[in-house]
């Protein structure tokens, strides 16, 4: 089983609309989380922290479940510049400290 | 901004070729990593380092090395290089401390013939 899960999707769907992304990791031990977000033939860029209490930025929100030990990432009114491929990241103690990717979910968001 | 600046975009090398990829940050971060990403399989992480002359080895270092001479710079070196190392290589930094944020260079789209 990976550390990190993610849907692969792809996910389409219009402009405008709600979609949400959920991620699961497996390691008790992860301390921190993020979402990056990777255009086409770019780098991972980060795009937000997901803390205990849920986070929101603009049109984006991020929700931290521990004790079902999965992430998610709402995106409302979606945009056509939303079109990338979404990594649910996981960081965790082990002594020293170790980052897992997940393997990224695509997103295409059409007119 | 930081700015990670990985030396080359596209490589073309032959089977058995000694490679070489440079990746020079300048934002003084003390944490740099190589991953690889290939379709499907996410970004996996071949060696990092958290000093100068430090390395660790990831979940995939076999057929590669790292060097680490200056805190700036963190040097991915392939000895042999094989078809099965055709990818895409991305280096990233980070400074220290819980939150870690990583930040990567553009990519290097390794092809080994």
């Known amino acids: 089983r990976k550390e990190v899960e993610q849907d692969p999707g792809p996910f389409n769907v219009p402009e405008g609309a709600t979609v949400a992304f959920n991620c699961t990791y497996s390691?008790?031990?992860?301390?921190?989380f993020f979402w990056y977000r990777q255009d086409c033939r770019k780098e991972p860029k980060l795009l937000m922290s997901?803390?205990?209490s849920g986070n929101e930025d603009g049109r984006f929100t991020a929700q931290l479940n521990r004790a079902s030990q999965y992430i998610s990432l709402l995106i409302r009114d979606s945009k056509l510049s939303d079109s990338a491929t979404y990594l649910c990241?996981?960081?965790?103690?082990?002594?020293?400290?170790?980052?897992?990717f997940g393997a990224g979910t695509r997103l295409f968001v059409k007119a | 901004d930081v700015k990670v600046t990985q030396s080359s975009r596209y490589l073309v090398k032959r089977t058995g070729e000694k490679v070489f990829l440079e990746c020079v940050q300048d934002?003084?971060?003390?944490?740099m990593f190589w991953y690889r990403q290939d379709p499907g399989l996410g970004l996996r992480l071949i060696y990092f380092?958290?000093?100068?002359?430090?390395?660790e080895k990831g979940d995939i270092p076999e057929g590669y090395s790292v060097s680490r001479e200056k805190k700036e710079r963190f040097s991915l070196i392939l000895e042999s290089a094989s078809t099965n190392q055709t990818s895409m290589y991305l280096c990233?930094?980070?400074?220290?401390?819980?939150?870690?944020?990583?930040?990567f260079g553009a990519g290097t789209r390794l092809s080994v013939l």
């Open positions: 990233a930094s980070s400074p220290s401390g819980a939150k870690n944020i990583q930040y």
């Open positions: 390691n008790s031990a992860s301390q921190s």
């Open positions: 997901v803390y205990s």
């Open positions: 990241v996981v960081r965790i103690n082990t002594g020293g400290f170790k980052t897992i």
């Open positions: 934002m003084d971060h003390e944490n």
């Open positions: 380092s958290y000093d100068v002359k430090m390395k």
